[in-house]
């Protein structure tokens, strides 16, 4: 019977759960580093800046002069031809009669064939706009300085999904392992249960009943490691890795600034915090951008000055006297463009403007609202999870030595097989109970550090 439930046990790890014998190790530092550099999400939030920064770009353009080149080559000519047109150029030794005037006005009136070469260079540079240029350029950097500020607040809160994904694995891995410690105890009773009732001693219902539970953890036992397989497959997708890449978790390394005791924090520290935190300040550099933009739209009625210049080269090639050698033009300037009436169509859209930053310094409040709640719900976190896990500690170790002292006095023939089995049980989840409690005071200190506007590691810009 042990040999065929340790089979099932064999066969199940061997087909589902293969084991690299030369895993790597890594640490909770290394998947936030990695998800915060490489992971898709990264690289999704890394557009927002790039689209950003060409926005900037894009208006510093309207500040430098436009230089464009046209060229182009026209052939036109009659459906007809007429002979008596083609002379139009008389001899200077012939002297001019009536039928050389005929001749000449017959060229005026009969069309020719010919072919026109043109091409120009041509410059334009804003002059004076009555500050719409600048406001442009202005509203684009504080745009981008909100972009940039919601961009670090999003790689601290992935920080904080990249920690919870690590620990999920780690609990989903840890939870195989409870489970192959638990079936262990369970082979190890049935055994102790078969051997006696082997030579004669023990009940065939309990030596029934410690088979059963041992079948009944075999498949637990499976299903776990099934999971944790799928947890690593989840960590590894999120990690930009390939899905089979093999590692184990190491928790022997965990970042200094999750490990400190948290004190109380002061009404001011609170208030100070939260101006300084990034999704605030992102909020008001919208806000302040929007009525930049309104800015420009209100300035749309005073007038735009402009220089401009050209060179051109024209030249056309005919056997009428439309005839032209080529030559060089150039011409220079001042142009004024005043807008004198627009259906009042820039005043509603800084009208608009001015609405989406009234909205957004709204917006602002309630952002600090819930910025303050959220950072005094993370330092009483803090203290509840530092008591549950002292609790669980206590639990624990109270289960360990009931389980063991239950296993003994069983041996002895003084307990019951349903006491061991409950306080086996007991023990599971106890083992269950502590490891979800120190992720919960690891998690406790993390979430207090993003709700504070701060790292939980410092992200190597290099790798960004």
């Not at 409950?422 to 992720?439: C, G, I, K, P």
Request: with cysteine.
């Amino acid at each position: 019977m042990v040999k065929r439930l340790s089979s099932v046990i064999l066969v199940g790890i061997l087909l589902g759960f293969p084991v690299s014998l030369f895993s790597e190790g890594i640490t909770l530092e290394q998947v936030i580093q990695e998800v915060c550099t490489k992971s898709d999400s990264a690289k999704m939030m890394k557009e927002s800046i790039v689209r950003s920064d060409a926005m900037v770009r894009e208006n510093w353009a309207a500040v430098y002069p436009k230089l464009s080149f046209a060229t182009n080559t026209n052939y036109s000519s009659p459906f007809k031809k007429e002979e008596s047109g083609s002379a139009l150029t008389i001899p200077d030794s012939t002297p001019l009669t009536w039928g050389g005037l005929q001749g000449m006005i017959g060229g005026f009136a009969t069309p020719k064939a010919s072919t026109t070469y043109n091409g120009a260079l041509s410059l334009s540079q804003p002059i004076f706009t009555f500050g719409k240029v600048g406001t442009a350029i202005k509203v684009a950097a504080t745009y981008n300085k909100s972009v940039q500020s919601a961009h670090v607040r999003n790689v601290q809160t992935l920080q904080l999904t990249a920690l919870d994904m690590f620990y999920r694995t780690m609990l989903a891995l840890e939870s195989a392992h409870i489970a192959e410690k638990t079936l262990s105890r369970k082979n190890e009773l049935y055994e102790y249960i078969n051997g006696n009732f082997k030579l004669g001693s023990g009940v065939k219902a309990q030596l029934l009943m410690a088979r059963a539970d041992a079948f009944s953890q075999s498949a637990i036992t499976i299903a776990a490691k099934r999971d944790a397989e799928s947890a690593k497959m989840y960590l590894n997708s999120f990690l930009g890795r390939p899905l089979t890449d093999a590692w184990t978790i190491d928790t022997s390394r965990i970042p200094e600034s999750l490990q400190k005791n948290v004190l109380s924090v002061s009404d001011t520290t609170i208030q100070n915090t939260i101006e300084k935190r990034c999704d605030v300040q992102s909020l008001r550099l919208m806000a302040e951008s929007s009525r930049g933009g309104a800015k420009i739209y209100q300035a749309m009625k005073y007038p735009s000055i402009y220089g401009n210049g050209s060179l051109g080269y024209t030249q056309i090639d005919s056997k009428g006297l439309m005839a032209r050698k080529g030559a060089f033009d150039w011409s220079a300037g001042v142009s004024l463009n005043l807008l004198i009436f627009d259906g009042f169509q820039n005043s509603s859209k800084a009208a608009q403007l001015l609405s989406d930053a009234r909205k957004l310094e709204i917006a602002e409040g309630g952002i600090k609202k819930a910025a303050e709640i959220e950072i005094r719900s993370a330092v009483s976190e803090c203290g509840a999870a530092d008591s549950s896990l002292a609790a669980s500690q206590e639990m624990y170790s109270a289960a360990h030595e009931a389980f063991d002292l239950t296993n003994s006095n069983y041996k002895q023939g003084s307990g019951s097989l349903t006491d061991l089995q409950r306080v086996d049980e007991q023990l599971q989840l106890s083992e269950f109970t502590l490891l979800n409690t120190r992720y919960r005071q690891v998690r406790s200190r993390a979430a207090l550090l993003v709700a504070l506007g701060k790292d939980i590691v410092k992200i190597n810009e290099e790798e960004q």
